[in-house]
């Protein structure tokens, strides 16, 4: 999964296609709090109206932070920008490393990316690995929750059938998530969605290759076939900087007759403390705003939500 995945836990999700540039309030609450996970680091205070570029701020001092995991080299991570030999190409494909971001093209000032949604308070890149976008997977793997003879169960009142997806328990803060982690360089994000979800729902390091083998046959199916993008684009995250930010991709893949995920054994595995078939309904109480992404994904199945209709938009 995510080398430093400890930190996973704080992300959160906010539908930030909806709102324009002038609603910016809206996606910076999570990436302006203190202090910086995992650190006693205080980020300067952003006034909500100076959180935009575009507002002039002659005097804003943010406070300058990359943790010592990310320094000391890791794998996963970018060298310092001034690094000897370290010439990144923003806003492309960079080797193996992709640089491009989901909200399109971001500016770069004195060698630094600057975060497309605005101020943090931070700067540096606190516990990313990249300079300018970060790139995460969540795979949202679902199924009709059914009786013993195999007949879907509708909710009582709403007469909508239920679905479930397959959730696990985090380690590190002990909520309820889906699974996901970071994109490995060269990799496409179709292979991260599967590769996460085998790590952490079904165990696969743990696996030997027989094992392995006959998990990606009966995999293959499901995630082969047609798939729904929940949500693609900037995550409002506590560890988001001035210069490093969180991007993730949302794909539901749904098994329609349940035949593919019935035969496959559930089984926590990397981050993950334990995992689970979870009935969905807007009372799931899921960490950051993946309870956004699942909402989508029940819309988009005509599944059951909520017991109160509220109004229709």
């Given at each position: 999964s995510f080398s430093n995945s400890s930190a996973n836990c704080w992300s959160c999700l906010h539908p930030v296609n909806?709102?324009?540039?002038?609603?910016?309030?809206?996606?910076?609450?999570?990436?302006?709090?203190?202090?910086?996970?995992?650190?006693?680091?205080?980020?300067?205070?952003?006034?909500?109206?100076?959180?935009?570029?575009?507002?002039?701020?002659?005097?804003?001092?943010?406070?300058?932070?990359?943790?010592?995991?990310?320094?000391?080299?890791?794998?996963?991570?970018?060298?310092?920008?001034?690094?000897?030999?370290?010439?990144?190409?923003?806003?492309?494909?960079?080797?193996?490393?992709?640089?491009?971001?989901?909200?399109?093209?971001?500016?770069?000032?004195?060698?630094?990316?600057?975060?497309?949604?605005?101020?943090?308070?931070?700067?540096g890149r606190g516990l990313l690995g990249r300079w300018g976008p970060n790139h995460a997977a969540d795979p949202v793997v679902t199924r009709w929750k059914r009786d013993r003879s195999g007949n879907k169960i509708a909710h009582p009142v709403t007469g909508k059938n239920i679905l479930q997806f397959v959730a696990i328990k985090r380690r590190d803060c002990g909520e309820w998530a889906i699974p996901g982690g970071m994109v490995d360089p060269g990799e496409k994000i179709s292979a991260t969605l599967k590769r996460e979800f085998e790590e952490e729902a079904l165990n696969s390091l743990q696996k030997s290759p027989e094992e392995k083998a006959e998990l990606e046959k009966q995999l293959h199916k499901l995630f082969s076939q047609e798939h729904f993008v929940v949500y693609r684009g900037y995550v409002d995250d506590p560890r988001n900087t001035d210069n490093a930010w969180m991007e993730t991709e949302a794909v539901n893949y749904h098994d329609e007759t349940g035949e593919t995920m019935d035969n496959l054994l559930l089984e926590a595995g990397d981050d993950a403390g334990m995992v689970k078939w979870v009935d969905i309904s807007e009372k799931l109480k899921l960490y950051a705003s993946h309870s956004y992404f699942i909402k989508l994904v029940t819309e988009k199945r005509g599944a059951h939500w909520s017991e109160d209709p509220g109004p229709e938009c």
């Amino acid at each position: 999964s995510f080398s430093n995945s400890s930190a996973n836990c704080w992300s959160c999700l906010h539908p930030v296609n909806m709102f324009n540039s002038y609603n910016v309030k809206f996606y910076h609450s999570k990436a302006l709090t203190s202090p910086y996970p995992g650190s006693d680091v205080e980020r300067s205070p952003v006034p909500e109206d100076k959180v935009g570029w575009l507002t002039e701020w002659k005097d804003y001092n943010p406070v300058e932070y990359t943790a010592m995991s990310v320094l000391a080299g890791p794998n996963w991570a970018d060298p310092q920008i001034n690094d000897k030999g370290f010439s990144p190409k923003f806003n492309e494909r960079d080797g193996e490393v992709e640089r491009r971001s989901l909200k399109g093209l971001y500016v770069v000032v004195n060698g630094r990316p600057r975060n497309p949604v605005g101020r943090t308070g931070l700067t540096g890149r606190g516990l990313l690995g990249r300079w300018g976008p970060n790139h995460a997977a969540d795979p949202v793997v679902t199924r009709w929750k059914r009786d013993r003879s195999g007949n879907k169960i509708a909710h009582p009142v709403t007469g909508k059938n239920i679905l479930q997806f397959v959730a696990i328990k985090r380690r590190d803060c002990g909520e309820w998530a889906i699974p996901g982690g970071m994109v490995d360089p060269g990799e496409k994000i179709s292979a991260t969605l599967k590769r996460e979800f085998e790590e952490e729902a079904l165990n696969s390091l743990q696996k030997s290759p027989e094992e392995k083998a006959e998990l990606e046959k009966q995999l293959h199916k499901l995630f082969s076939q047609e798939h729904f993008v929940v949500y693609r684009g900037y995550v409002d995250d506590p560890r988001n900087t001035d210069n490093a930010w969180m991007e993730t991709e949302a794909v539901n893949y749904h098994d329609e007759t349940g035949e593919t995920m019935d035969n496959l054994l559930l089984e926590a595995g990397d981050d993950a403390g334990m995992v689970k078939w979870v009935d969905i309904s807007e009372k799931l109480k899921l960490y950051a705003s993946h309870s956004y992404f699942i909402k989508l994904v029940t819309e988009k199945r005509g599944a059951h939500w909520s017991e109160d209709p509220g109004p229709e938009c």
